[in-house]
């Protein structure tokens, strides 16, 4: 082989190892976390394989409840449910009276729920609730049927959402007044869905009357939420992009903040180029907080074109499926 051909070989080898490394790049900043919400879930997924990896390694060790439960705890948190059910159910089975028990059945039981098993999901919610003990348990049983009851809502499981909460007030109701209220307030909310939306009326932003019955035509989705809620800021941009796709098509969203000060709303909106309605509920001359009975945020009541509540919330995934059907 000659010498001009080694050359060549060469600089090929040499432009070939600049593209990898030029694609190497541009697929490193594709990938890059692009907010504080990324980053944060990047750092968990990471987190959770390699306490797999510990645990696979070394089911023996005396930690092995503690690392369990981080996987629990960040599943929970991010509400990923189905990913880690298989982690879940094998804690359950090896560990029936373990320590982080009543976090694996949570886990299990909302992986169910997320592949539409609800029936399933019941029945393990109800098995959890029979197993519980006294009232220092009940504010856990609350969060669990908070989470289990918006996903039944979320997918129109409403009858699965008023069961979770009746069982909540069988086990706890008769020794807790508040959380006694707290059920009565959440099944009067579960009636609402058939019913005609309320027609307050009230001034946006601008100072422009607002009333829903003047939407009638459209799917209205009403979303009760604050600046300073952090769920709720997290939904923006699913919310955005729903609104882009749909809007045209006969969407509209009425948000109703529950900020203190009217200012505080106004700015943010401006500065996120929020494209909607927008109410401050403290300064509207009408109460839809009270009008729809919230009683916590985030709250979504879907309206359809003829004026009936007809979903409950809706947030996420769960808006852009329910849109995509009612919505041709």
């Not at 359950?92 to 609800?118: K, N, W, Y």
């Not at 939306?197 to 799917?219: Q, W």
């Not at 403290?282 to 309206?303: H, K, M, N």
Request: hydrophobic residues 45%.
């Amino acid at each position: 082989m000659s010498k001009s051909i080694r050359r060549n070989h060469g600089a090929i080898r040499v432009l070939l190892a600049i593209l990898a490394v030029s694609l190497m790049s541009r697929n490193s900043l594709a990938d890059e976390p692009k907010n504080v919400t990324e980053i944060q879930s990047a750092h968990d997924r990471a987190l959770i394989r390699d306490l797999l990896t510990y645990l696979a390694k070394s089911p023996k060790a005396d930690d092995v409840d503690q690392a369990y439960m981080k996987v629990f705890d960040k599943a929970i948190e991010h509400d990923w449910f189905a990913e880690n059910e298989a982690v879940a159910r094998k804690y359950l089975a090896e560990h029936p009276d373990g320590p982080v028990r009543s976090l694996a059945q949570i886990v299990s039981t909302m992986a169910r729920a997320q592949a539409g098993q609800f029936a399933e999901a019941l029945a393990s919610f109800n098995a959890l609730m029979a197993g519980l003990g006294g009232s220092d348990q009940e504010e856990f049983a609350s969060n669990f049927a908070d989470t289990l009851a918006n996903a039944a809502m979320a997918s129109g499981e409403h009858e699965v959402a008023r069961k979770v909460y009746q069982a909540l007030l069988r086990k706890f109701g008769g020794e807790s007044p508040n959380l006694a209220q707290k059920v009565k307030d959440e099944l009067a909310r579960i009636d609402r869905i058939g019913t005609t939306a309320p027609g307050v009326a009230v001034n946006d932003l601008s100072g422009a009357t607002i009333r829903l019955d003047d939407l009638r035509g459209k799917y209205v989705l009403v979303d009760f939420w604050a600046t300073w809620c952090a769920p709720c800021v997290v939904e923006l941009p699913r919310l955005q992009a729903a609104y882009s796709k749909y809007h045209a098509r006969g969407f509209e969203v009425v948000a109703v903040s529950l900020d203190e000060s009217k200012a505080a709303v106004a700015d943010f909106a401006r500065a996120r180029k929020l494209p909607w309605k927008q109410v401050h509920n403290a300064t509207a001359g009408g109460d839809l907080v009270e009008a729809f009975g919230v009683r916590s945020i985030p709250a979504t009541f879907l309206i359809s074109p003829s004026g009936t509540i007809i979903r409950l919330e809706l947030r996420g995934p769960a808006l852009d499926k329910a849109l995509d059907a009612l919505i041709r």
